[in-house]
């Protein structure tokens, strides 16, 4: 799949330059992948931050010199026009630091385009809704605004969970977003299972987004969002007493939002976790 990944940069029709730098992390850098090649040249290099998604997309972008970084996950795919549409988008829009796009869902025998029909970002849509559409494989952003402006992929959220999440609301907060309302990206999502262990991690890293955002407070709709999913991965790592706690916090905040029953169904053992995941995932939407 990374070669695939690698052809599909390649055939970008962006007449400039494209660098790919390709970050192993916690293994050996394939020589195999190089390529001198003048517009398309690739290079591979060790993780040489925390290790980790968050370190190893840090270590690409501090290894590049170039005016763009864009980021693209090992099993997903640019589809034909991806950077010409979003260089020309930040070209028209100097102001702007980020661009995304819409992406296709690849789930078992199912594909679903997900596009979020909307030009711009603003901080107060992101706490209201994650936005799935605005996955990472899709991110174009200004080098300059990573290294002297909102920063870098934050290597201390727990387990790295919603890293992504957290940078773009970030990113937000600097200026807003542009999307691109096109599907330019393939998303593969894979069938998994979630241990009790992960969706403790998952609890750990939502409830630490909250505080590192007091912005949701303002935004109830934003604030049950998260809560609820607090309230089912609590569910979902067994501890029933909590799930309640926090659904009860969920439905306070909006009566109306699923993740807050989700999570009590799940704590009575009604229905299970993993079940309501894979139901998701063929939707093309995650938790």
Known sequence: MLREALAAIGEQDYPGRVETIVVFDQSDPDPGLVSSDDLRPV???ANDRGPGLAGARNCG??????????????????????????????SEEPGA??????????????????????RRVQLTDLLRDRLTEL????????????????????????????????????????????????????????????FASRWGTISTALSWLLDRYPEFETVPHGQARVSGQIAFATAAAGDRRGA???????????????????????ASGALSADRVMRQLHKHGKGL
């Open 135 to 194: 996955h990472p494989s899709t991110f174009l952003i200004r080098r300059a605004a990573l290294v002297d402006g909102f920063g870098l992929v934050d290597e201390q959220i727990p387990g790295s969970y919603a890293e992504d999440y957290e940078f773009l609301l970030r990113a937000a907060r600097s200026a807003p977003l542009l999307n691109v309302d096109e599907v330019f990206v393939a998303v593969r999502w894979h069938k998994q299972s979630y």
């Open 61 to 90: 972008i501090l290894h590049s010199d170039t005016e763009f970084v864009a980021f693209c996950d090992d099993d997903d795919l640019w589809l034909p026009g991806k950077l010409s549409a979003q260089v020309a988008a930040l």
């Open 97 to 118: 630091e980020l661009v995304c796009t819409g992406i296709r869902v690849l789930y078992g025998d199912t594909t679903v385009d997900r596009i979020l029909p909307q």
């Open 244 to 266: 309640v706690r926090w659904a009860g916090r969920t439905l306070r905040h909006n009566p109306r939002e699923a993740r807050g029953y989700l999570a009590l169904a799940v």
């Open 43 to 45: 290079r591979v290099v």
